[in-house]
């Protein structure tokens, strides 16, 4: 991903002036996004601190699956898609330790702008204390296990998650969330799920993870 970051050839500005004319993101159409080549989306993601780059169809198939349930996001970062389907919209707000900064800064990687409608707290304790039917999220990067070498100091345990929800739905890539500590859960893995697009460089192993939680 860093390298997208660096080639200067990559042009974004047509996606730029498209999907945040006015500095604000505004919703495409799936076939509109689908215009643009895999470099310029894993580019545009990349400088707007985006993995799913949501479109309307993507709202509105969520919207479906959610609007007769008790439904909260966790990981929100700028808040985009739970302010669209109008839920509870969460986050750590990790990103603005002093410590996940300088590691971006070293990377040179660009930092999320939380959405102003984005509540500070953990996914943990917002799952405990609400418990609610259906928890979302996009690219829930989870708990650091030493046993896979795999995840992320400030992900949450997806264990609780589980114990505190019906559903779980996660939006995410086979190349980065296939590991997941709760892959051994009963679930199910939906490719070409309507109007999903992210910024991976293997766009063919994008897919939305449905797990059957244990409330």
């Not at 505004?26 to 990349?46: A, D, M, R, S």
């Not at 609400?130 to 100091?153: C, E, M, V």
Request: glycine share 6%; charged share 25%; hydrophobic share 35%.
């Amino acid at each position: 991903m860093k390298g997208f970051s660096i080639i200067p050839d990559i042009d974004i500005r047509e996606m730029e002036e498209f999907l945040i004319p006015n500095g604000e993101y505004i919703l495409p159409h799936y076939n509109e996004l689908k215009c643009f080549t895999t470099e310029q989306l894993v580019k545009f993601g990349y400088t707007y601190a985006m993995y799913t780059l949501p479109t309307i169809e993507l709202i509105e198939t969520l919207h479906k699956m959610t609007v007769n349930s008790d439904t909260i996001e966790i990981g929100s970062g700028n808040g985009i898609i739970a302010k669209e389907l109008n839920i509870r919209a969460t986050d750590n707000y990790c990103q603005e330790l002093s410590e996940v900064k300088t590691y971006y800064n070293l990377l040179k990687q660009p930092i999320i702008e939380y959405g102003k409608n984005v509540v500070k707290i953990d996914a943990e304790t917002i799952a405990k204390k609400l418990k609610p039917d259906i928890i979302l999220g996009s690219w829930i990067t989870h708990k650091y296990d030493y046993s896979l070498k795999s995840g992320n100091a400030y992900g949450p345990n997806e264990e609780i998650i589980l114990d505190n929800c019906k559903t779980y739905i996660m939006l995410g890539n086979e190349a980065t969330h296939d590991i997941k500590p709760i892959r051994k859960h009963e679930h199910k893995k939906y490719h070409d799920f309507n109007g999903y697009i992210t910024r991976s460089i293997q766009p063919e192993k994008n897919c939305v993870y449905i797990w059957k939680g244990r409330l």
